[in-house]
Nanobody
Framework: VQLQASGGGLVQAGAYLRLSCTIS????????VGWFRQAPGKEREFVAA????????YYTDSVKGRFTISRDKAKNTVYLQMNSLKPEDTAVYYC?????????????????WGQGTLVTVSS
């Protein structure tokens, strides 16, 4: 299983970005996918997760109402729409995948990781 994250960039506070995570797997539909982020000097933290069929989502409190996770099964891609960005959202964003239907916020529960994409939000 391979994951490729993209879509990061430099934006001003209040702007939006959409991150993409393209997954190469024998059966994309069997994987739950999560987004995590790591700011400089901080530990990696959970952002959002989506079930294999897109029917369930899970967000950390700090992004609820601003970020939306979704998946396009036809394109084997999971998206993270990030609106109303804040400087504290600045981080490298990683997508990760795990088999099964459960959603987890712990990075240890995910088996496969992409390379990360940098999001920088200026004030």
């Amino acid at each position: 299983v391979q994951l490729q994250a993209s879509g990061g960039g430099l934006v001003q506070a209040g702007a939006y970005l959409r991150l993409s995570c393209t997954i190469s797997a024998r059966d994309f539909r069997t994987y739950a996918v999560g987004w995590f982020r790591q700011a400089p000097g901080k530990e990696r933290e959970f952002v959002a997760a989506i079930s294999w069929n897109g029917g369930r989502t899970y967000y950390t409190d700090s992004v609820k109402g601003r970020f939306t996770i979704s998946r396009d099964k036809a394109k084997n891609t999971v998206y993270l729409q990030m609106n109303s960005l804040k400087p504290e959202d600045t981080a490298v964003y990683y997508c990760a995948a795990r088999g099964g239907s459960s959603l987890y916020s712990s990075a240890n529960e995910y088996d496969y990781w992409g390379q990360g994409t940098l999001v920088t939000v200026s004030s």
